[in-house]
């Protein structure tokens, strides 16, 4: 596609429910990353995947949290029995293995955990 | 490990008034350094960005050097816009390494 798409755009969950946002990168992009951002804070980075190589997960902030992402494209992060505190803006962004490129962000996907 | 420290907001100027911004990092090796900005409403986007030492990266009257000296990388502009309100980050990415964000500077420009 045109750019980095994330669905869904808005998500409101029960506390306790498993949710799962989905990213599209650019094609051909294949570094990927997941973001949180809380109202009003900076860019929590969550996981990182770079072409075959083994994910960097070391920004999950719990076992609940997991990502995928299959066939070098489509990447899913899922969270599981959703808190109150998992609700925020996840973004997605996606770049060329290439080093100093830009990394291009998707709109995000609102989580809010009622 | 990797780092950036950008100035804490928010930041309220006049329309036309001068603009810096200051960042810092910490790193190992040769970082590539980047501005993204979020405008209300809208999704992150690259601003500028510099990929080695003494580069001077620029868009949208926008400008940033890389300073290995000083560790640093502070946006500046001569002369800001109404349009300019957004929220700022600053941001290193180090070879196969994931992209480190500041925690963003809230600009407001009043008319």
């Known amino acids: 596609g045109a750019g980095v798409s994330q669905s869904p755009s808005n998500k409101v969950t029960e506390k306790g429910k498993d949710v799962e946002l989905r990213c599209d990168p650019i094609?051909?992009?294949?570094?990927l990353y997941w973001y949180r951002q809380s109202l009003g804070q900076g860019l929590e980075f969550l996981i990182y995947?770079?072409?075959?190589?083994?994910?960097?997960k070391s920004g999950l902030p719990s076992d609940r949290f997991s990502a995928e992402r299959t066939g070098g494209s489509v990447s899913t992060l899922t969270i599981q029995r959703t808190q109150q505190e998992d609700s925020a803006v996840y973004l997605c962004?996606?770049?060329?293995?290439?080093?100093?490129?830009?990394?291009?962000f998707g709109q995000g996907t609102r989580l809010t955990v009622v | 490990g990797n780092s950036v420290t950008q100035m804490e907001g928010p930041v309220t100027l006049s329309e036309e008034a001068f603009l810096t911004i200051n960042c810092t990092y910490t790193?190992?090796?040769?970082?590539?350094l980047f501005w993204y900005v979020q405008y209300p409403g809208e999704g992150l986007q690259l601003l500028l960005k510099?990929?080695?030492?003494?580069d001077k990266g620029s868009n949208k009257g926008f400008e940033a050097t890389y300073r290995k000296e000083t560790t640093s990388f502070h946006l500046e502009k001569g002369s800001v816009q109404v349009s300019d309100s957004a929220v700022y980050f600053c941001a290193l990415m180090n070879r196969d390494d994931k992209i480190i964000f500041g925690k963003g500077t809230r600009l407001h420009i009043l008319p």
């Open positions: 510099a990929t080695k030492a003494d």
């Open positions: 094609s051909g992009h294949t570094a």
């Open positions: 962004a996606s770049s060329l293995d290439t080093w100093g490129t830009e990394a291009f």
């Open positions: 995947f770079q072409g075959n190589s083994a994910p960097d």
């Open positions: 790193a190992t090796g040769y970082p590539s």
